[in-house]
Antibody, heavy 116, light 107 residues
């Protein structure tokens, strides 16, 4: 089955760090760019970051640039998002998505809550 | 960044109605526009890509049109499963951006 499965979310305090993972299965991972998209409670979708298939280029939303780092391990078919210096406004469900013809495959999401 | 403005934010309609949702881009994005449907608590589902291309498995009552800065999603005859939230998204350039969403509710 073609799927993406996120993990790594949880409750953290402001200023702390977290690493999210997204395991891909059922398709060849390497050729595809991948994105992270988040959704704060009751809000719309916000694109966060993207990475090319080989990992040589990365892109970020202004709201996370310098704090978040996207990476991938093609040998493990896994996408990562390192979240540093977390703020309350980073509280959201984080989805990973395959960037093919638009974002055509999504994971179920993992919740990150930043609160003291 | 390219701003995406979606309207209306809420749309009330009945089963069988034809409805249209509009998405406007702050600058030309060619036809690099996607539409997604989202059920509460679930991941978005791709409906339309490249403005007018129907994703595999999506019912033909969904259609998209437009280019440049103005785009529409049309549902030709609403079914009970269609009363969800719809998002547009430009993928012409990074950072990708989404509209604020349209909630389609039963009248």
């Amino acid at each position: 089955e073609v799927q993406l499965l996120e993990s790594g979310g949880g409750l953290v305090q402001p200023g702390e760090s977290l690493r999210l993972s997204c395991a891909a299965s059922g398709f060849i991972f390497t050729p595809y760019a991948m994105s992270w998209v988040r959704q704060a409670p009751g809000k719309g979708l916000e694109w966060v970051a993207a990475i090319r298939g080989s990992g040589e280029r990365t892109f970020y939303a202004g709201s996370v640039k310098g704090r978040f780092t996207i990476s991938r391990d093609n040998s493990k078919s896994t996408l990562y998002l390192q979240l540093n210096s977390l703020r309350a406004e980073d509280t959201a469900v984080y989805f990973c998505a395959r960037d093919s013809h638009a974002l055509d495959l999504w994971g179920q999401g993992t919740l990150v809550t930043v609160s003291s | 960044d390219i701003q995406m403005t979606q309207s209306p934010s809420t749309l009330s309609a009945s089963v069988g109605d034809r409805v249209t949702i509009t998405c406007r881009a702050s600058q030309s994005i060619g036809n690099w526009l996607a539409w997604y449907q989202q059920r509460p608590g679930k991941a978005p589902k791709l409906l339309i890509y490249k403005a007018s291309n129907l994703e595999s498995g999506v019912p033909s009552r969904f259609s998209g049109s437009g280019s440049g800065t103005e785009f529409t999603l049309t549902i030709s005859s609403l079914q009970p499963d269609d009363f969800e939230i719809y998002h547009c998204q430009q993928y012409n350039s990074y950072p990708y951006t989404f509209g604020q969403g349209t909630k389609l509710e039963i009248k």
